[in-house]
T-cell receptor, first 113, second 117 residues
């Protein structure tokens, strides 16, 4: 079955520092979505990447999809306390059931003000 | 748009009792998902409905779990009998599946936090 590894599991940063989380799959992906879950909250969709090598930006957030479509990353520039939460990648594998998102374990980000 | 609505938001029950979780998806969405989230296992897909029909229930842990979707605006997840290891946050999510089915965003409800004593 598809294996999704998300690293790191936890990351603690000082406000203003950068942050990156990585998502790696053992199989080629059709596309990948990223979600954010605030403490005590529910996952909220951030973005979807589809094309090989795709890069998308949302203000201080930069999302990348690897050339081989097996990995992805989320980078936050100059973190703020509002960035606190768990970031999940949710890949869809190629050729599989299109509806099925396989969520990674997530990276918990905490920010020290 | 009210978003996905779940009830109850919190449930505390004793082992052996029946638990029913409820979900109202976003109006117009044709796909509904039930997830379970725990620290150990993360976010797991339990069951997926499309147009009110269960398509994939391979994630349902065992026969104690059952889910129904009698109409497009309502779904239930039932655990009978409940056990302490069922304690988790249960999320319902909905989406609009289009032809090809690979672009949908899933909208999650606030979740039901279940504690089985």
């Amino acid at each position: 079955g598809q294996q999704v590894m998300q690293i790191p599991q936890y990351q603690h940063v000082q406000e203003g520092e950068d942050f990156t989380t990585y998502c790696n799959s053992s199989t080629t992906l059709s596309n990948i979505q990223w979600y954010k879950q605030r403490p005590g909250g529910h996952p909220v969709f951030l973005i979807q990447l589809v094309k090989s090598g795709e890069v998308k930006k949302q203000k201080r957030l930069t999302f990348q999809f690897g050339e081989a479509k097996k990995n992805s990353s989320l980078h936050i520039t100059a973190t703020q306390t509002t960035d606190v939460g768990t970031y999940f990648c949710a890949p869809r594998r190629s050729g599989g059931s299109n509806y099925k998102l396989t969520f990674g374990k997530g990276t918990l980000l905490t920010v020290n003000p | 748009d009210a978003g996905v609505i779940q009830s109850p938001r919190h449930e505390v029950t004793e082992m052996g009792q029946e638990v029913t979780l409820r979900c109202k998806p976003i109006s117009g969405h044709n796909s509904l998902f039930w997830y379970r989230q725990t620290m150990m296992r993360g976010l797991e897909l339990l069951i997926y409905f499309n147009n009110n029909v269960p398509i994939d229930d391979s994630g349902m842990p065992e026969d104690r779990f059952s889910a129904k979707m009698p109409n497009a605006s309502f779904s239930t997840l039932k655990i009978q009998p409940s056990e302490p290891r069922d304690s988790a946050v249960y999320f319902c999510a909905s989406s609009l599946e289009v032809a090809g089915g690979w672009e949908e965003t899933q909208y999650f409800g606030p979740g039901t936090r279940l504690l089985v004593l």
